[in-house]
């Protein structure tokens, strides 16, 4: 915790993090936002000017003020991202669920056209020198390469992130700089004046323009989500910096635009971009444009890697596999999502071809994901007891903004933004059918009164007539009261085949709002025969019940709290530790009547979801050879309710 505590302080190491780690997608954008508003339009004063006026309000207003003056604050034990967030204002509103799920759902619809668009617009730079190089399969081949290595882990590579995003931005704003002393009354396209001209222009479709200028801040929500690995201030500081170098960017670029004022120019063959390079300049800036997109790439995968990990956690998304390839804190690889967005990006790229028509489908996913955060983060606000008036001014600034933003986007439905929110709506459902079917499962699980079998479970545990099934007897439990227990875990015990131990052990665990909480209570139900223990843990931290368990019943050993030896004579004598068992009761749904259409239809959604995840005792990391599953039907409809009629021969 203590090397996590030091990443929330101001330094010089957590600053080149910072830029290495989160501005990767708001860093690529100077590659393509000028070349998607002027599109295939003439070259005008107002376009230009109007241009960089909205790009420059909409970075202050949007990622500034929004994301790193107000959302940064909403942090959860020094973590960021959508979850964090939804696990801090859950308990009050229980309707947060949704746009968690859609927020959720919508970023990693965008990390699957990121890569793609950002790694295409830099590779096309050698289009005007290699008039004949065909850029989809280089594209391709860098995105294939990018997952092949997540495996290995990125935190060798990740060291050099942040020295070369330095000299990306340093770059960038050198060469605006250069632009800008050609002309500098430029400056005056930060006035607001020209944006609003702009978009109240006849001459223009307003919303086609907002749809492009949106793409300057699209990596906002990932200055949030990475708080926990960079902290507050070092992301506020650095951003200072990146804005800095972005905005002479786009006035450098803006200064080359109206140096061919009036023309109809092919952006895509020369993107202002790569034109304010001096030529001897041009293969070096295409290299380190490459790699920065990369980059930007990484920072989007490892994203959506604890993107998922929290959401398995928060029961929103299947269990599935997590490998913590390095060491570093934050560091995880899921091998599903990973192969999932590899395909969704090599589709991307072959579908669109190239960075263009790629801007059509960019942006629209994204808008949604920030009309999601506002939502959460004035219910935040509202939590910290900020004045109703100020809150209440944040939504609606920020609903309008982004609402306009969202209709500007609507406009790229067809053109491919159709692409993102179709993954986004398949995302969406896997989610909510997770969420829901979870809930209707519970609603017929039923639980009793743990202390009427006290008596019976010492008696049993005793009885010698009985077989001994196991010397400790571990039961996963899913009751929330140290009084209550599921009666199928009952049934298991003294009716499927009667169950003679030791000790019986009833594990519960509880997914707390805190992400790196480490905490279990015992309850010794019966003092040696009967024990709890609950363990509270953070939805970032991994749910390994056998090691967990194991260090628990250490503990409990080394106190003299709980005796583990053997019982039978000939080991009892050499004090040899009895074995361990556990029981994981799977919970069949049997054919009922009484669930709705909508209810059979996410409950049959479910088994097959089901199928394909990581099963309950892999989820928990629990040790196969001691494990036994049990299957139990859930009894939706109650005996009695079952009408037949005997006959007599």
Same mark, same amino acid.
């Given at each position: ?37 002027? *599109?295939?339009? &003439? ?65 990693? $619809? ?10 295409? $617009?830099?590779?096309? *730079? ?7 190089? &065909?850029?989809?399969p280089v594209v391709i081949a860098i995105i294939g390469g990018l997952f092949i290595i997540q495996q290995f882990g990125s935190s060798m590579v990740g060291k050099a992130f942040g020295p070369i995003m330095f000299v990306w931005f340093t770059m960038m704003g050198v060469l605006g700089i250069t632009y ?18 702009? !978009? ?40 200072? %910096? ?9 006035? *450098?670029?803006?200064v080359w635009l109206l140096q061919h004022n009036g023309q109809l120019l092919n952006l895509n063959l020369l993107n202002p971009f790569y034109q304010i390079m001096p030529g001897w300049f041009l293969n070096f800036g295409i290299g380190v444009a490459t790699v920065a997109a990369i980059i930007a790439s ?25 490998? %913590? ?95 993102? !929110? ?19 499962? /519970? ?56 169950? +003679? ?6 594990? &519960? ?36 019940? /056998? ?23 000939? !080991? ?20 009922? &009547? ?23 005792? +892999? ?31």
């Amino acid at each position: 915790m203590s090397q996590h505590k030091d990443l929330q302080k101001l330094t010089a190491a957590g600053l080149l993090i910072s830029l290495g780690i989160i501005y990767g997608d708001i860093g690529t954008s100077p590659l393509y936002v000028f070349k998607a508003i002027v *599109g295939s339009q &003439h070259i005008s004063d107002i376009l230009v000017l109007g241009g960089v006026s909205c790009i420059f309000w909409t970075l202050t207003l949007q990622t500034t003020l929004k994301y790193v003056v107000i959302t940064l604050r909403a942090d959860n034990k020094g973590e960021g991202g959508i979850f964090s967030l939804f696990s801090l204002v859950r308990r009050k509103a229980k309707w947060l669920i949704i746009p968690a799920i859609v927020g959720g759902c919508a970023l990693l $619809a965008d990390g699957i056209i990121t890569p793609p668009i950002t790694i295409s $617009a830099a590779v096309e *730079g050698l289009v005007p020198q290699f008039p004949h190089l &065909h850029t989809v399969p280089v594209v391709i081949a860098i995105i294939g390469g990018l997952f092949i290595i997540q495996q290995f882990g990125s935190s060798m590579v990740g060291k050099a992130f942040g020295p070369i995003m330095f000299v990306w931005f340093t770059m960038m704003g050198v060469l605006g700089i250069t632009y800008i002393v050609q002309d500098p009354t430029i400056i005056r396209a930060l006035n607001p004046y020209y944006a609003f001209k702009l !978009l109240t222009s006849n001459h223009y479709h307003a919303f086609i323009i907002l749809g492009a200028v949106f793409l300057c801040t699209t990596g906002a929500e990932a200055l949030y989500s990475d708080l926990g690995h960079c902290g507050r201030q070092n992301i506020q500081i650095s951003w200072v %910096y990146v804005k800095t170098c972005l905005i002479l960017n786009y006035l *450098g670029q803006a200064v080359w635009l109206l140096q061919h004022n009036g023309q109809l120019l092919n952006l895509n063959l020369l993107n202002p971009f790569y034109q304010i390079m001096p030529g001897w300049f041009l293969n070096f800036g295409i290299g380190v444009a490459t790699v920065a997109a990369i980059i930007a790439s990484q920072a989007l995968i490892s994203g959506s890697f604890t993107l998922i990990a929290e959401a398995v956690r928060l029961n929103l998304w299947p269990k599935v596999k997590i490998h %913590y390839p390095s060491e570093q804190k934050g560091q995880l690889y899921v091998s599903s999502v990973n192969w999932l967005l590899c395909a969704g990006c090599i589709g991307v790229v072959m579908l669109f071809k190239h960075s263009d028509k790629m801007e059509a489908a960019y942006g629209l996913s994204i808008t949604v994901a920030m009309l999601m955060t506002t939502i959460l983060v004035s219910r935040f606000l509202r939590r910290k007891k900020v004045p109703n008036y100020m809150v209440n001014a944040f939504l609606v600034i920020y609903i309008l903004i982004e609402g306009t933003f969202l209709y500007g986007n609507l406009n790229k439905f067809v053109d491919g933004g159709w692409f993102t !929110l179709s993954i986004g709506a398949i995302l969406f459902s896997v989610m909510w059918t997770w969420h829901t079917a979870r809930k209707i499962r /519970n609603r017929y699980v039923k639980f009793v009164e743990i202390d009427d079998y006290y008596n019976i479970l010492k008696e049993l545990s005793e009885d010698e007539t009985v077989p001994k099934y196991a010397s400790q007897l571990v039961y996963l439990t899913s009751a929330n009261f140290n009084s209550e227990v599921e009666s199928k875990i009952i049934y298991s015990i003294l009716q499927k085949q009667p169950k +003679r131990a030791d000790v019986y052990w009833l594990v &519960h665990v509880d997914v707390v709002d805190e992400p790196y909480k480490k905490e279990y209570e015992v309850d010794f139900l019966v003092p040696n025969k009967l024990i709890r223990i609950d363990f509270k843990l953070g939805f970032r931290i991994e749910q390994q019940i /056998n090691l967990l368990f194991r260090r628990v019943v250490e503990d409990l050993v080394k106190n003299g709290e709980v005796d583990i030896t053997s019982s039978y004579k000939s !080991l009892n004598k050499h004090k040899i530790v009895g074995d361990f068992r556990f029981v994981v009761i799977e919970k069949v749904l049997s054919r009922s &009547h009484n669930l709705t259409f909508y209810e059979k239809a996410i409950m049959a959604f479910y088994g097959y979801l089901k199928k394909i995840s990581l099963s309950e005792e +892999r989820g928990f990391g629990l040790d196969l050879s001691f494990v036994t599953i049990e299957k139990v039907p859930l009894m939706l409809a109650a005996p009695e309710s079952v009408e037949i009629t005997r006959v007599t021969v």
